[in-house]
């Protein structure tokens, strides 16, 4: 959302699109000095996000209205990773690193799982990089 020129978030971001990752950025105020580097990313190729389902459709899912969400009775995780931090975080929240070190998976797996799990409403942060299944 915001970084300076030579922020560590800007060498992660790079990182991930050598490795054929997808990079978004919100563009900030061309005047701002900490909005400099995700400018430069917009700039170089990431992707622009004005609305969350900029990035949804990028990814090619498509949102769930609240009201339809809290339809859904049973959670059908995507793949193996999923089904595990969803049996972990069904009863109480718990940080990614916690999840990461007790699922012995490292953390930037479990980041992008949570972040596709979030998009696709199987789980919620209920405070600053905590999570947990969603409509518990």
Known sequence: IEAPENSGSLHTANSAAEQGREVFAIP???????????????????????????ILAELHMHHQ?????????EIA???ELERRIIDLITLEPLLVDDIAIQLDVDVKDVSAAL??????????????????????
């Open 65 to 73: 209205a609240a009201e339809t969400r809290h339809v859904v009775t």
């Open 28 to 54: 900030g105020n061309i005047s701002s000095p900490n909005s400099r580097g995700t400018n430069r990313l917009i700039q170089d190729g990431a992707k622009l996000v004005m609305h969350p389902n900029d």
């Open 115 to 136: 972040l596709m799990m979030r998009l696709k409403g199987l789980v919620d942060e209920t405070a600053p990089m905590m999570y947990m299944v969603s409509g518990v």
């Open 77 to 79: 995780p995507e793949n």
